[in-house]
Structures are given as C-alpha cells and as structure tokens.
C-alpha cells in the first residue's frame, strides 16, 4: 500500500538503483557479476533474501548467488534445480508483467519438488495485502529482455521490507532490475567466453611459439642436411631456407643457396630422378653440385608440410650424405665385375656387356633399291594367299612378340656382322662389333721359371698395354688365367685386322720383372658378334679363330710375335 512519503522512498530506491546497476556493469567477472546482482536486490530493492538461479548448458538452474542470509547461502548455494521444476513454477500462480507470483495458497504443491528452496519463518500474515513466509516471487531474466527470448535465469525474492506484497512501484522496479541484471549477466559471460578463448589463444600462441622454436631448433642444429622448398607453382622445387650442415656438405652460403633450386644443383644424369621424387612422401638417391664442381652423393627424402590450415604447402627436403656408403658399393660393385689383378672387366662383366648389345632376332638388312623396285612392279614374293605383300616374319620362339622380320617399333640398334665383297673378297665397308680374343704365348714357361709372382706382374703389364692400344669406348677384359678379350664395335674386317697387328706389337716388347727382361707373344683370333647369336657363341668363334691362328704359327713365330 503506498504513502504519501512513497515519492522521497522511489527517489531513493533510484539511487541505489543506480549505484548497483553501475556495480554489476564494472563486476570483473561472471562470478563477481552474479553476486552483484543479488546482494543489488538485497541493497536496492529491499528484500531481506535474494538468490539467483542461472542456466546451465544441460537447461537445468543452479543456485549461482545468494544474499541476505549466511546459512542459507552455505547450504543451497551450488544446488540444481531440474528445468522441469521452474518451467512448473513459471506457469502457476499470478503473472505481473514479467514476473510470477506464487501466493501461499497455491505454492504449497511446490515444497517437495527438486527445486532448492529455503523457508522463513513467521506469523501468518493480518491484512491481506502482507507477505505471507510461504509466497514466491520470481523475476525471470531473459537474453532479449522479454519472455520470447532464451531464458538466461531466475532471480527468486522473499520478504520483501515493510512486509507488504509489492505495489506497482516495487513490481515495476524489480522488472527493470531483472531486464538489467539479464544484459549484465550476458555481458559478462561475453567478456568470460572472451576472456577464456584469449587465454586458449595466447596459451596456442605460446605452445605454437615453442613449436616453432623446436623446430627451428631442430632444422638449424640438424647433424644432416635440411632444406624448405617451395612446392608448385612457376617457382617450383626454389629453395627457401636451409640449415649449416647443407651448407658445409655443398659448400656453400646459405645465402647463396636460396638463389637455386634442387633441379639446378643435381648432375645431369641424375634430373630425371629428382623430378620423381618431388612428390609427396618421395625419396631418392642422387648427386649435388658442391661449389666447387664437384659432386656428393646424397639421400634425398622429401615430406609435405602446410603452413597453416589453408596456406600454402611447402617441401621438407631431408638431406643424408651417403659418399662414403656410395663408395663402398661402387667398391664392392667394382670389385664384383672387375679382375682383381689387373682391374680389366671379369669374364661375368664381358658377357654382360656383349649379351647387352645382342637380341635373339638376326639382324636382315633392308631391301635394296631394285628389290623395291621389284616389289613395287609385280615381284610378291613376300606376299600372303591373298596377294598382300605384309610379311612380318615368324615369332622366334619363347618370344612371342618378337618377329624375325624389320619391325616399325623396333628401337634395338641391330649388331652385324661385316661380309667380304663376293665378287672381290674386299672389305665392303660394313662396320661391326669385333670380338678379338687373345691368348699368350710363352707365358707358361715364364710362371714356370721365375714363380707366379713374376707371372702377376707379366699379366698386369700386359693389360696396361692393351688398354693403351684401344680407343675409349672400347672393352679390354680378362677372361682368365691368361687370356684376353678385346671388344672394339665399329670395325671393319680390315679395321679389326690392322687393330689386332697393333695389340700384338704392343704386347711383344720385353717387359722388366725383377730386374730381368722377358717376353710374351699373343696369339688373336677376331670374332664378329650379331644378333640372333648368344654372348657365349661369340666368344666360342672368336677362340676356335684364335686357336686356328695359333695352330698357323710355328711356336718360335707365336713367341716372337
């Protein structure tokens, strides 16, 4: 019921008003802003109990802030109430504008829900319009001000001053204080949610700053080589950063290196290599440039990594010096294929290298131009039972997809052999693959008299001679004990002739072991490899030759030269 003095009591309620709306909107924090808000009702309304209800994420309302009573703070502070309990309480009783009054008569269905409650005690109450300790009073506060928007939380009120039921004024007055203390309550779980996700992001900074530095650390300080290259675009493969132990492997500075990229510093043979390996995961062995011309052997692995979730993507190039592992396989292979003694090709490197120039199928020259002719006007001697002249010749056999005929997809360099001219017996000027075997004579005796010490030494003497005799591209191997094999392609008959003079002049000069001169001869025989003949074959025709020739000479003849 309101008095003549009501005037001054609203001025002064305004006041406080004002001062607690001012202290919930500086509160530095949820916590701080809750509290605020009920000890504001307490303060500024004149209710002797307030507590605030705020919403959890699951819908139900904990107890979040208490005023006015101690005891009652210790024990239901932290308390939940179910959703379904306070949408109940929303829907009974008086509704004044926002808010919702639960007479005693009605609330008394409420006291054993799960909804916490505190209960005061006092004298029934003697007028009508007087606080009764079983009334309710709930301000609902909501995200948009109104009951259409989401329901934020519940402040709960008891015993009013005075205790009168609230007039129009102290209605009116809690309402506002309700749709003030709702947009204080957003606001400072805004700043919260802000404040929680600039910690998470300063702790992510932090976390990717040590990240960073770890990988820096790492990438700088590596035992190995490490490099960053950029990953398409016109710019591909261009190196970015690189660490010191790349440097010092190649050479040099980094900032010189930043101006290549790996496709600039491999060898030549080694491009096409490195062009399969920049891919993702890729991994290869190659050599690098160093600076000063040289060239390292080196593993190169390479991973994709992304600069950020979308950025660009970047190539982590890994690179291991392998040099000294490279020379140890070069060595082993070497050793492998190569005569102990004399450093010649072994007879297992010779066959390889002759079964790589041969192919099962015989080599047929093309027609000449009056076969063609012939062809052309009327000759089908080629031709099938329907007079197509296609002739593509028979499989040779275990090869099914090989023709003893010309095939058009052929890439195989066909070997032949050169054939004298029938009329003349000359050369005809046909160029192949010569085979000359050579066998010593004499070196049995010089074994025999000075010991195999002095034999090794004739043999590697021996070699040294015949590699000076023939050109680069050629092939000097030992077959064995003391026989010799010169592959020399490109020769005609008279070629492999004068060629096999020249070895033999070379070989027969007295050669200085142990302070004694002795003297081998060397018996030839020249072989002609081509196609459709196995690398055994050959060498089978060059020794019969050989043998032939030797038979030829008489034995002071084959020593002398």
């Given at each position: ?8 009591v ?9 001062q607690v709306?001012a202290?919930?909107?500086t ?5 701080d802003?809750?509290?605020t808000?009920a000890?504001g009702v ?10 605030v209800n ?8 904990v107890v ?6 101690s005891?009652?703070e210790a024990?239901?502070?932290g308390?939940v109430?179910?959703r ?16 919702r009054?639960?007479?005693h008569t009605e609330?008394?269905v ?7 409650q505190w209960f ?9 319009d ?10 609902p506060m909501?995200?948009t001000?109104s009951s ?6 519940v ?10 039921i609230?007039?129009a004024?102290?209605?009116e ?6 749709f003030?203390a709702?947009?204080?309550?957003s ?13 998470r ?11 960073e530095?770890?990988?820096r650390?790492?990438?700088?300080y ?7 290259a ?23 500075p980094?900032?010189?290196?930043r101006r290549y ?5 491999v060898h030549?043979?080694?491009?096409g290599t490195?062009?399969r ?7 290869a062995?190659l050599?690098?440039?160093?600076r000063d ?5 080196v ?13 660009p993507r970047?190539l982590?190039?890994?690179?291991e010096d392998i040099?000294?592992r490279?020379?140890r ?10 005569d102990?003694l004399?450093?010649l090709?072994?007879?297992a490197e010779?066959?390889a290298?002759?079964s790589a120039?041969l192919c099962?199928?015989?080599y047929?020259p ?6 063609s002719?012939d062809?052309a006007?009327?000759?089908h ?5 329907s007079?197509?002249?296609?002739d ?6 275990h090869?099914?997809n090989l023709y ?6 052929d890439?195989?360099?066909h070997v ?9 017996g000359?050369d ?5 693959l ?7 004579d004499?070196?049995?005796s ?17 070699a040294?001679?015949l ?6 591209g050629d ?9 010799f ?7 005609g008959?008279e070629d ?8 033999r002049?070379a070989i ?7 302070g004694r ?5 060397a018996?030839?025989?020249i ?9 055994e074959?050959v060498?089978?025709?060059?020794d019969?030759?050989m043998y032939v020739?030797?038979?030829?000479r ?7 030269g």
């Amino acid at each position: 019921m309101e008095t003549e003095s009501e005037p001054y009591v609203r001025l002064a309620t305004l006041r406080q008003l004002h001062q607690v709306m001012a202290d919930m909107n500086t509160a530095r924090s949820l916590a701080d802003t809750l509290q605020t808000v009920a000890d504001g009702v307490v303060n500024g309304l004149g209710y002797e109990l307030a507590c605030v209800n705020l919403v959890r994420p699951d819908g139900d309302l904990v107890v979040a802030a208490f005023a006015g009573n101690s005891a009652a703070e210790a024990l239901i502070t932290g308390r939940v109430g179910s959703r379904a309990g306070w949408d109940r309480r929303l829907a009974m009783g008086e509704q004044w504008g926002e808010l919702r009054f639960i007479p005693h008569t009605e609330g008394w269905v409420l006291d054993e829900d799960d909804v916490p409650q505190w209960f005061t005690a006092g004298p029934p109450p003697r007028f009508e319009d007087e606080w009764h300790p079983a009334d309710r009073l709930f301000a609902p506060m909501y995200a948009t001000g109104s009951s259409g928007g989401e329901l934020i939380g519940v402040i709960s009120v008891d015993r009013p001053r005075g205790g009168r039921i609230p007039g129009a004024w102290g209605r009116e007055a809690l309402q506002m204080y309700a749709f003030q203390a709702a947009i204080a309550i957003s606001n400072a779980r805004l700043r919260s949610n802000m404040q929680r996700a600039l910690v998470r992001l300063e702790r992510e900074q932090q976390a990717l700053r040590a990240s960073e530095e770890s990988f820096r650390q790492a990438f700088e300080y590596a035992p190995s080589g490490m490099a960053i290259a950029e990953m398409g675009g016109d710019q591909h493969g261009r190196i970015l950063r690189t660490n010191d132990a790349l440097c010092r492997l190649l050479g040099r500075p980094a900032s010189a290196m930043r101006r290549y990229s790996f496709s600039d510093l491999v060898h030549p043979e080694d491009i096409g290599t490195l062009l399969r390996t920049s891919a993702e995961g890729g991994r290869a062995e190659l050599r690098l440039a160093r600076r000063d011309g040289t060239y390292v052997w080196v593993s190169l692995r390479n991973s994709v990594v992304a600069d950020a979730a979308d950025g660009p993507r970047f190539l982590l190039t890994h690179v291991e010096d392998i040099e000294e592992r490279k020379r140890r396989e070069l060595h082993l292979a070497h050793r492998a294929s190569h005569d102990s003694l004399t450093g010649l090709p072994n007879s297992a490197e010779l066959r390889a290298r002759l079964s790589a120039r041969l192919c099962r199928r015989p080599y047929e020259p093309g027609p000449s131009a009056i076969d063609s002719l012939d062809a052309a006007y009327g000759d089908h001697r080629g031709a099938d039972a329907s007079g197509n002249g296609f002739d593509f010749g028979a499989p040779v056999p275990h090869q099914s997809n090989l023709y003893e005929g010309f095939d058009g997809f052929d890439h195989h360099v066909h070997v032949a052999a050169p054939e004298p001219d029938a009329a003349s017996g000359a050369d005809n000027g046909t160029k192949g693959l010569a085979v000359l075997f050579c066998d010593l004579d004499g070196f049995k005796s010089i074994n025999d008299r000075f010991g195999h010490n002095a034999g090794d030494a004739v043999l590697i003497e021996v070699a040294r001679r015949l590699t000076s005799v023939v050109r680069d591209g050629d092939t000097v191997a030992r077959l064995g004990g003391d026989e010799f094999v010169v592959l020399a392609d490109g020769l005609g008959r008279e070629d492999a002739q004068d060629l096999a003079v020249r070895l033999r002049n070379a070989i027969i000069p007295p050669i200085r072991v142990d302070g004694r001169a002795v003297r081998v001869g060397a018996s030839f025989g020249i072989g002609w490899a081509h196609c459709g003949m196995t690398a055994e074959e050959v060498l089978q025709s060059a020794d019969q030759r050989m043998y032939v020739e030797k038979r030829s000479r008489s034995k002071q003849h084959r020593r002398a030269g």
